[in-house]
């Protein structure tokens, strides 16, 4: 094991160590105690990396903590606490698979073993006071009054409850703490069937198992049942019971121990609550809501629909109003769709940071979908104690196929998300199988891309770019490819997958060392903002000896509108090389930025070049005709991209732009062809 790796278990036993030194008294030195913790941690760390997993060899864990007598009263929470939070977040374990699902097993082990170790314990100890009573109640038959004072004061004293019965059931003793656990006076047992202790729940299993004692079926029998108090409130209570025989060895009395355990069970319930449920807002957390679909999904005859909800603009009530505010809203938004749903047959979980999940069971009365998401979104605009009112983005699957497995479920929820958030705030859309197929295609080549540059599969190609007026070559341009996919589709890809810069860097690398004339290069949206880019440039120019003066950068235009982008412009200008804008669509914002960042050239938005392809001359046409020669009077040149017919070649000639490539003029070709 490498040290690294052990210091941390170390860290753990240490921290392990501080939180429950104080609980109970064991004589050990603190360092003793460390290295005891130690091997506790070891067994923990290997069984969560254990394949295939099994949380069994650390049900030992409890059973050595109360060996070695750690049972003080916050013991167990407080292992508990630094257990869960270690395991969760420690950098060892980060790559586990399903790593919170097995902490929930280990600490549910550790609490199963550390609660059977003290009932074992607690039952030794029993049986020692039980030992003690035969021998005393033997000998008060046999009028040794010494004995029966023995007895009674063991009787009296003992912590556990006691009492013995006659085989009809009927209580003959009882004991000052039986008395006290079920807050009745000792003078209420005379006469009192033992069953009147009980839950009613409980009676007839217990009534069944008493006769099995009497009988000689079992010697003894250990259980965890419900005792009621005077004012009708459970107790939960350990019972151990066996017969107590005359002088031949008959059952002759039964006796009842009891070990009020209800903290105990109020602890583990409150962490299989904390395990299932979110800290803050109280609703199901995304592991208990998995469980819960799988169960809805696979029970229910008409169906469920599944909403993945995100809300809008909440990092805005966190940054500007502070994270108080936020919990505030995210509780008050989980109140608000409990409320929203709260006649149907529902489930509302946290999911994420700002994100919810709502899975609604089919009923003939349940509203469509529709009328559901307007309802959602009705409740979550009325404004909050704060004056803050939120609109939420959803994504909906509406009765999917029996066959489909949650994961897959909760996948295609979460990107239906992802694409409603693409049209804006306060939009929802339904899970859409085809856009999905090719959305994840789409994804999956991106994820791809990184190897794919690495391994050489990226190709520039060179494409002429030309005067249209008279077919002079005035340069090239580098455009990229990857099998059958564009320019542009790689350039998108980049930029979903944050390749973009990398791909970028390369890309002007390689077109800079092979073009033999004036390159031509258009950025992307991030290349264009990088804060690295004018270094990037110039080093290029160095590494391959490209001039300046044969180099067209052209940045893309919307991203002009930032500090970075202009900062760019204005640099790369200022160092001698000719600077243009791509994209460009001939907007107010956009005509603003030819005179204030004084580039030389731009470059068309390929849409504008297919919009009037498709279109008969008319106001389109009369627009960018204007817009041509206003820009070509101000001093700057006009390029135009994708220009794949004669007919196109010709009308861009007809109105003066001064420069065009695409597949009429020719396709792009690799460095060695030029």
Same mark, same amino acid.
């Given at each position: 094991?490498?040290?690294?790796?052990? =210091?941390?278990?170390?860290?753990l036993?240490?921290?392990?160590?501080?939180?429950?030194?104080?609980?109970?008294?064991?004589?050990?030195?603190p360092?003793?105690?460390?290295?005891?913790l130690?091997?506790?941690?070891?067994v923990?760390?290997?069984?969560?990396?254990?394949?295939p997993? =099994?949380?069994?060899?650390?049900?030992?864990?409890?059973?050595?903590?109360?060996?070695?007598?750690?049972?003080?009263?916050?013991?167990l929470?407080?292992?508990?606490? &630094?257990?869960?939070?270690?395991?969760?977040?420690?950098?060892?374990?980060r790559?586990?698979?399903? #790593?919170?699902?097995?902490?929930?097993?280990?600490?549910?082990?550790?609490?199963?073993g550390?609660? =059977?170790?003290?009932?074992?314990?607690?039952?030794?100890?029993?049986?020692? @006071?039980k030992q003690?009573?035969?021998?005393?109640?033997?000998r008060?038959?046999?009028?040794?009054?010494?004995?029966?004072?023995? #007895?009674?004061? &063991?009787?009296?004293?003992?912590?556990?409850?006691? @009492?013995?019965?006659?085989?009809?059931?009927?209580? &003959?003793?009882?004991? +000052?703490?039986?008395?006290?656990?079920?807050?009745?006076?000792?003078?209420?047992?005379?006469?009192?069937?033992?069953?009147?202790?009980?839950? +009613?729940?409980?009676?007839?299993?217990?009534?069944?198992?008493?006769?099995?004692?009497?009988?000689?079926r079992?010697?003894?029998f250990?259980?965890?049942?419900?005792?009621?108090?005077?004012?009708?409130?459970?107790v939960?209570?350990?019972?151990?019971?066996?017969?107590?025989?005359?002088?031949?060895?008959a059952?002759?009395?039964? #006796?009842?121990?009891?070990?009020?355990?209800?903290?105990?069970?109020?602890?583990?319930?409150?962490?299989?609550?904390?395990?299932?449920?979110?800290?803050?807002?109280? #609703?199901?957390?995304?592991?208990?809501?998995?469980?819960?679909?799988?169960?809805?999904h696979?029970?229910?005859?008409?169906?469920?629909?599944?909403?993945?909800?995100?809300l809008?603009?909440?990092s805005?009530?966190?940054?500007?109003l502070?994270?108080?505010?936020?919990?505030?809203?995210?509780?008050?938004?989980?109140?608000?769709?409990?409320?929203?749903?709260?006649?149907e047959?529902?489930?509302?979980a946290?999911?994420?940071?700002?994100?919810?999940?709502?899975?609604?069971?089919?009923?003939p009365?349940?509203?469509?979908?529709?009328a559901?998401?307007?309802r959602?979104?009705?409740?979550?605009?009325?404004?909050?104690?704060?004056?803050v009112?939120?609109?939420?983005?959803?994504?909906?699957?509406?009765?999917?196929?029996?066959?489909?497995?949650?994961a897959?479920?909760?996948?295609?929820?979460?990107?239906?998300?992802?694409?409603?958030?693409?049209g804006?705030?306060?939009?929802?859309?339904?899970?859409?199988?085809?856009?999905?197929?090719?959305s994840?295609?789409?994804?999956?080549?991106?994820?791809?891309?990184?190897?794919?540059?690495?391994?050489?599969?990226?190709?520039?190609?060179?494409?002429?770019?030309?005067?249209?007026?008279?077919?002079? &070559?005035?340069?090239?341009v580098?455009?990229?490819?990857?099998?059958?996919?564009?320019?542009?589709?790689?350039?998108?890809?980049?930029?979903?997958?944050?390749?973009?810069?990398?791909?970028?860097?390369?890309?002007?690398?390689?077109?800079?060392?092979?073009?033999p004339?004036?390159?031509?290069?258009?950025?992307?949206p991030?290349?264009?903002?990088?804060e690295?880019?004018?270094?990037?440039?110039?080093?290029?120019?160095?590494?391959?000896?490209?001039?300046?003066?044969?180099?067209?950068?052209?940045?893309?235009?919307?991203?002009?509108?930032?500090?970075?982008?202009?900062?760019?412009?204005?640099?790369?200008?200022?160092?001698?090389?000719?600077?243009?804008?791509?994209?460009?669509?001939?907007?107010?914002?956009?005509?603003?930025?030819?005179?204030?960042?004084?580039?030389?050239?731009?470059l068309?938005?390929?849409?504008?070049?297919?919009?009037l392809?498709?279109?008969p001359?008319?106001?389109?046409?009369?627009?960018?005709?204007r817009?041509?020669?206003?820009?070509?009077?101000?001093?700057?040149? @006009?390029?135009? +991209?994708?220009?794949?017919?004669?007919?196109?070649?010709?009308?861009?000639?007809?109105?003066?732009?001064?420069?065009?490539?695409?597949?009429?003029f020719?396709?792009?070709?690799?460095?060695y062809?030029l």
């Amino acid at each position: 094991m490498s040290p690294p790796v052990r =210091t941390r278990r170390q860290e753990l036993a240490r921290a392990w160590t501080r939180a429950i030194y104080a609980t109970a008294y064991v004589p050990m030195s603190p360092q003793e105690i460390e290295l005891f913790l130690l091997e506790l941690v070891d067994v923990i760390a290997d069984a969560v990396q254990a394949e295939p997993f =099994t949380a069994e060899p650390v049900a030992a864990v409890g059973h050595r903590l109360v060996g070695a007598h750690f049972t003080g009263a916050d013991t167990l929470q407080r292992t508990v606490d &630094v257990l869960g939070h270690a395991l969760l977040f420690t950098p060892e374990l980060r790559d586990v698979p399903r #790593l919170t699902e097995k902490v929930v097993a280990i600490l549910g082990r550790v609490s199963a073993g550390f609660a =059977t170790a003290m009932r074992l314990d607690a039952f030794d100890r029993q049986e020692e @006071v039980k030992q003690a009573l035969l021998v005393a109640k033997r000998r008060a038959e046999r009028g040794l009054r010494a004995s029966e004072a023995r #007895l009674r004061d &063991v009787f009296d004293s003992s912590a556990f409850g006691v @009492v013995i019965s006659d085989r009809a059931g009927t209580c &003959v003793e009882v004991n +000052p703490a039986l008395a006290r656990m079920v807050d009745r006076d000792p003078a209420w047992f005379a006469g009192r069937r033992l069953r009147e202790l009980f839950h +009613p729940d409980d009676v007839e299993p217990l009534a069944a198992a008493y006769r099995a004692v009497d009988e000689g079926r079992v010697e003894r029998f250990r259980e965890q049942r419900r005792l009621l108090r005077a004012d009708g409130e459970p107790v939960w209570a350990h019972l151990a019971v066996s017969a107590l025989r005359d002088e031949h060895g008959a059952p002759a009395y039964r #006796l009842t121990m009891v070990e009020d355990v209800s903290e105990l069970h109020l602890l583990q319930k409150n962490l299989d609550f904390q395990l299932l449920h979110d800290s803050l807002t109280g #609703l199901s957390n995304r592991q208990h809501f998995i469980t819960r679909l799988e169960a809805l999904h696979g029970s229910s005859r008409g169906g469920i629909t599944l909403y993945h909800l995100d809300l809008d603009g909440f990092s805005v009530v966190n940054n500007g109003l502070g994270h108080d505010v936020g919990d505030r809203l995210l509780v008050e938004v989980a109140r608000r769709l409990e409320a929203a749903v709260a006649d149907e047959r529902a489930l509302v979980a946290r999911v994420g940071g700002d994100e919810f999940a709502v899975v609604v069971v089919h009923s003939p009365t349940t509203p469509t979908v529709p009328a559901l998401v307007e309802r959602i979104n009705a409740a979550l605009e009325r404004p909050m104690a704060d004056g803050v009112a939120l609109t939420c983005s959803i994504g909906v699957v509406d009765r999917p196929g029996a066959g489909w497995p949650v994961a897959e479920l909760l996948r295609a929820a979460n990107a239906t998300l992802r694409r409603a958030k693409e049209g804006g705030k306060r939009q929802w859309l339904p899970y859409d199988r085809h856009e999905d197929q090719r959305s994840r295609e789409r994804r999956a080549r991106a994820a791809r891309m990184p190897g794919a540059l690495a391994g050489g599969e990226l190709e520039v190609g060179h494409q002429p770019v030309v005067d249209p007026a008279d077919g002079r &070559v005035l340069g090239h341009v580098a455009r990229l490819r990857w099998d059958e996919l564009g320019h542009d589709d790689c350039l998108e890809l980049a930029e979903a997958g944050g390749l973009s810069l990398a791909l970028g860097q390369w890309a002007l690398r390689e077109a800079a060392g092979e073009v033999p004339g004036v390159l031509y290069f258009e950025l992307s949206p991030m290349q264009s903002r990088d804060e690295d880019l004018v270094r990037t440039v110039k080093r290029t120019l160095d590494e391959t000896g490209l001039p300046a003066s044969r180099l067209r950068i052209f940045l893309d235009t919307r991203s002009m509108f930032t500090d970075a982008g202009q900062d760019n412009a204005q640099v790369l200008r200022d160092s001698g090389i000719a600077t243009g804008l791509s994209r460009f669509n001939g907007g107010q914002a956009e005509l603003s930025l030819v005179g204030d960042l004084e580039v030389g050239s731009l470059l068309l938005d390929p849409s504008v070049v297919r919009r009037l392809a498709e279109r008969p001359p008319g106001f389109l046409h009369e627009a960018i005709t204007r817009m041509v020669r206003l820009i070509r009077q101000s001093g700057a040149s @006009v390029a135009v +991209p994708d220009v794949s017919t004669p007919e196109q070649a010709a009308w861009w000639a007809g109105i003066g732009v001064d420069a065009a490539f695409g597949d009429h003029f020719g396709p792009p070709v690799p460095g060695y062809e030029l």
